[in-house]
C-alpha cells in the first residue's frame, strides 16, 4: 500500500476532499478514496466533548467532570436534554450489557469513565447483574455470552499491528485467537463485528481521549512523551465513524508535534476497508456530522 504525501488539511473535511484524503492518511490509493465517496450515501454523527479540567494537575481523572462529559455528549448524539433519557434511547431495561473495555496497562479505559456508564445503565432500568465489565475475558463471560447489547470503551493510541488502537480494534478479543487478525495492518478487523456474539449489538461507542498516545515503536512500547492532555471524549453509534475522526486527530498532532506530516505507522486502513470491504459504517469524513462541545482550544480537527 502507498503511504500518505500530506496531512488531511480541516478544508478538506469541512468542504469535501475529505474521503480521499482519509484513504492517504490510512495508505489507501486515492482511486479507493474516491470510489468510497461516490458510492456511499450513509452518514454519520460523531460527538466530540472536552473539559480543560478534567484531568488534575496531579494527573488524576475527575469523575463528576467526566461523568458529565459522557452525559453531554450521549445527548447531544441522540438530540435529547435529559441524560438518562439518552441513554433510554439507546439501551432497554431488559437488555443484558455487556461493556467492552480495554485494559492495557500503560493506558487503560479510566475506570472513571467505566463507572460513569455503568450508571447510567442502572439509571436506565437495567438490572446490575445484566451489567459486566471486561477486556481480554469476554468469551469466558456469561453476561457478554447472553448480552444483548454491547458498549465499546477505550482510549485511542496509535498500535503496532493496526495503526491506531480504537473502537473497531477494541472487539478483537472476541475472537479466540487475536493474532489471526494482524496481517495486513489488520485489514479485517470489521469482519470480528459480523460475528453472532457481537452482530448488531453495539449501541455506543466511546473513544477515551483524555490523553492519547500519537507515536510508538513496537507491539509494547509507551512512552508518555507522546501523549497529551486532550481532554476529550469522542462518541458515536458507528465505530467506523468515531475511528476515521480518530485517525484524524492522530494526524493532525502528529504534524504539530513533529513539525511536518508524519504519517502512521502502519496505515490504519482497516477502517476504510471496514466501510468499503464490510459496510459497517462511515469513513468518508464529508459524511460525518461532527459535533464538537466544551473546551475549544487546540481542538485540532
Not at 434511547?89 to 463507572?115: C, F, M, R
Not at 498500535?159 to 480504537?166: E, L, R, V
Not at 507515536?215 to 458515536?236: A, K
Request: net charge neutral.
Amino acid at each position: 500500500m502507498s503511504q500518505p504525501d500530506e496531512l488531511i488539511t480541516r478544508r478538506d473535511f469541512l468542504v469535501g476532499a475529505s474521503c480521499a484524503g482519509l484513504a492517504l492518511a490510512m495508505g489507501l490509493p486515492l482511486s479507493v478514496g474516491r470510489a468510497m465517496s461516490a458510492e456511499s450515501e450513509k452518514t454519520a454523527r460523531v460527538v466530540l466533548v472536552r473539559d480543560q479540567h478534567v484531568i488534575g494537575k496531579s494527573g488524576q481523572v475527575n469523575a463528576e467532570i467526566a461523568s458529565d462529559m459522557l452525559d453531554r455528549a450521549v445527548a447531544s448524539l441522540v438530540n435529547t436534554e435529559d441524560a438518562v433519557a439518552a441513554w433510554r434511547k439507546l439501551i432497554n431495561a431488559d437488555d443484558i450489557v455487556g461493556i467492552k473495555s480495554n485494559e492495557w496497562h500503560y493506558l487503560p479505559t479510566p475506570p472513571e469513565i467505566e463507572q460513569a456508564i455503568r450508571k447510567r445503565l442502572i439509571d436506565s432500568g437495567v438490572s446490575e447483574d445484566h451489567i459486566s465489565m471486561d477486556d481480554r475475558g469476554v468469551l469466558d463471560n456469561p453476561v457478554f455470552a447472553a448480552a444483548t447489547a454491547l458498549v465499546n470503551v477505550r482510549p485511542l493510541r496509535t498500535h503496532h499491528w493496526a495503526g491506531i488502537g480504537g473502537c473497531l480494534k477494541n472487539y478483537i478479543m472476541f475472537v479466540p485467537e487475536p493474532s489471526t487478525y494482524h496481517g495486513n495492518s489488520c485489514a479485517n478487523l470489521a469482519s470480528i463485528w459480523k460475528l453472532p456474539l457481537v452482530n448488531g449489538k453495539t449501541r455506543l461507542n466511546i473513544l477515551v481521549l483524555f490523553t492519547p498516545l500519537f507515536y510508538g515503536i513496537g507491539p509494547h512500547h509507551f512512552d508518555s512523551t507522546y501523549t497529551w492532555r486532550y481532554n476529550g471524549l469522542l462518541v458515536g453509534t458507528d465505530p467506523v465513524a468515531v475511528d476515521a475522526i480518530g485517525v484524524k486527530l492522530i494526524e493532525a498532532k502528529r504534524a504539530v508535534h513533529f513539525g511536518k506530516p508524519t504519517p502512521i505507522k502502519p496505515p490504519p486502513h482497516h477502517v476504510a476497508y471496514a466501510d468499503i470491504r464490510h459496510g459497517l459504517g462511515v469513513s468518508d469524513l464529508s459524511k460525518i456530522e461532527l459535533i464538537k462541545l466544551g473546551w475549544e482550544e487546540d481542538v485540532l480537527i
